[in-house]
C-alpha cells in the first residue's frame, strides 16, 4: 500500500472524549427515524407542512432507560443485543441468516423503525442489520463488490446483509391503536421460538435428546451443548416441570456472543450548527482530545492536502465534527445521497442494483458510521470488524410482496489500507 494511504488509514475514528458519559440531545427526538414518529399513520394531522427540503437525520446511541422500552410491539430503533422482529414469526432463515463466506450466522448490528406515510402496506416498517464479525470476511465481501462492478453487483456471498419487514396498519401481530408506554402495551400473538444460544435467528433446529432447546444452527447447538447444556439437557429429560428454570432463557444467552445493547435516539443535523460546536469538539474528529493537535498529524494533513483520498476524508470528519457522536445518517429523500469517506471504493449508479423482487430502482436510505464500533467495543486487533461506512439502499417503491423479510443492499466502503481489489 502506498505511504500515502497507510497514513490516511491512521486517521480511523477509533475513540470518543471519555469524558462524555452521558449523550446530550438538544431536541427531545421521535421514536422513528426521517423525523416519523412510531406508528405515523396513526395520526391524520400534519404536523410539519414546512419541511420541503431535504433533511438529514442523525442517530445516536443511549443506553435504555428501561429494556421493556425495546421490545417489538414498541416498534424500536435500537443497535446491538437481539434483534426485536416486527414479523416475529416468519423470520429469515437457512443460508440467508449466515455468512455467505464462513457460514456462521450473522450478528445483529441494528434496527432502524422506518415507516413510510403514504405507503399502507409500510404503515409499519423496520430495516434490519446484519454483519458477520470477521473482519476476514468482510474484506473477501469488498473483494467481491469490486469483482462484480462490471457485472451484476448482486452477490452470491454476503458478509453484510439488509433486510426489509412490513406490516400494514391491521395485522395479526400489532393492534392498530399506537402504543400507550405505559406498560399496558402487548402483541398480539407470541413470536416463532429462536436460538438459545445467539436469541437472534429462528429455532428451526431442536437438540434431539430434550426436545425442548431449539437452535439456528448446528454451530450454536454445539456452543450451548458445551457451555451447559448437557448437564441441563439431562434435568429436562427427567423432569417436565423443571423445563422452566432449567432452560435458558434469553436474558441468559451469553452477552459475549452479541453487541451491547443501546437505543437509537435521533436529532436534524440542522440542530448542530457547526459554529455552536463547543471547542472540546475540535472539527477534526482526529483531535478528540485537548491540546494542539499532534505536529506529525498536522504535517500528514498538510502533506497530502491535494490528495483525492485526503479531500474527501477532510470533507467528511468536517461534516461528522458538526455531531461527532452519530452513528446513523438517514435522509430517504429523492435527492439525498451519501456521506463518503473517501472517494475511492465509491459505488457508481451502475453497481447499484435494481430491487431483487419488483425490478424498479433501489435508492440510498441510511449510512452506518464507524464511531458505532467503538460503543460495540470493537478492539482494535487484526480480524476485527472496522469500516469507513457502510451504506444501505432500499427498494424505492418498498414493494409488498409475499416475503417477509426481503434483503435489501448495503455496500461497505472500507479504508485504503484494508480495501482489497483484484
Keep these: 500500500m502506498e505511504p500515502n494511504a497507510d497514513k490516511l488509514r491512521g486517521l480511523t475514528i477509533t475513540s470518543l472524549d471519555e469524558e462524555d458519559d452521558e449523550l446530550e440531545l438538544p431536541h427531545q427526538s421521535p421514536s422513528a427515524i426521517g423525523g416519523v414518529g412510531v406508528g405515523a399513520g396513526y395520526d391524520d394531522e400534519d404536523d410539519d407542512d414546512d419541511e420541503e427540503a431535504p433533511e438529514v437525520t442523525l442517530g445516536f446511541l443511549e443506553k435504555p432507560k428501561h429494556p421493556g422500552l425495546l421490545l417489538r410491539h414498541l416498534f424500536p430503533s435500537k443497535a446491538g443485543g437481539i434483534p426485536a422482529w416486527l414479523d416475529p414469526v416468519n423470520m429469515p432463515s437457512g443460508n440467508s441468516s449466515c455468512c455467505g463466506f464462513c457460514g456462521e450466522p450473522l450478528q445483529f448490528v441494528l434496527q432502524v423503525y422506518a415507516p413510510i406515510e403514504d405507503n399502507a402496506a409500510a404503515f409499519h416498517r ?38 426489509r419487514c412490513q406490516l400494514p396498519r391491521s395485522n395479526a401481530f400489532y393492534s392498530i391503536e399506537p402504543p400507550k408506554h405505559n406498560g399496558s402495551d402487548k402483541p398480539l400473538c407470541p413470536g416463532a421460538p429462536v436460538c438459545h444460544w445467539c436469541g437472534t435467528w429462528k429455532g428451526d433446529k431442536i437438540c434431539g435428546s430434550c426436545k425442548k432447546a431449539r437452535y439456528c444452527s448446528e454451530k450454536h447447538q454445539t456452543l450451548h451443548w458445551r457451555s451447559g447444556h448437557k448437564s441441563d439437557c439431562l434435568q429436562l429429560i427427567s423432569s417436565s416441570e423443571a423445563s422452566s428454570s432449567v432452560l435458558p432463557s434469553l436474558g441468559r444467552v451469553p452477552a459475549s456472543k452479541y453487541w451491547p445493547e443501546y437505543e437509537i435516539a435521533i436529532d436534524y443535523e440542522g440542530a448542530f450548527d457547526s459554529d455552536s460546536c463547543d471547542e472540546g469538539n475540535s472539527k477534526s474528529l482526529v483531535m478528540q482530545r485537548p491540546g494542539k493537535p499532534d505536529d506529525m498529524m498536522q504535517s500528514w494533513m498538510d502533506q497530502f492536502e491535494a490528495d483525492a483520498d485526503n479531500k474527501c476524508w477532510a470533507s467528511f470528519q468536517e461534516r461528522i465534527s458538526r455531531a461527532p457522536k452519530q452513528v446513523l445518517r438517514y435522509c430517504r429523500e429523492s435527492n439525498a445521497k451519501p456521506l463518503w469517506a473517501l472517494s475511492s471504493g465509491c459505488p457508481s449508479n451502475a453497481d447499484i442494483p435494481s430491487c431483487s423482487y419488483c425490478k424498479g430502482p433501489m435508492c440510498y436510505e441510511f449510512q452506518i458510521m464507524p464511531q458505532l464500533l467503538y460503543y460495540f467495543g470493537v478492539k482494535n486487533e487484526p480480524d476485527s470488524l472496522d469500516w469507513a461506512t457502510v451504506v444501505v439502499y432500499t427498494c424505492q417503491g418498498s414493494c409488498n410482496q409475499s416475503v417477509s423479510y426481503m434483503e435489501e443492499f448495503a455496500w461497505v466502503q472500507l479504508y485504503p489500507t484494508t480495501t482489497t481489489r483484484p
Excluded: E, I, Y
Design 126 to 163: 423496520t430495516l434490519f442489520m446484519f454483519m458477520c464479525p470477521s473482519m476476514a470476511c468482510l474484506l473477501r465481501d469488498q473483494h467481491d463488490q469490486w469483482k462484480h462492478r462490471q457485472g451484476n453487483p448482486c452477490r452470491s456471498g454476503c458478509s453484510a446483509k439488509v433486510f
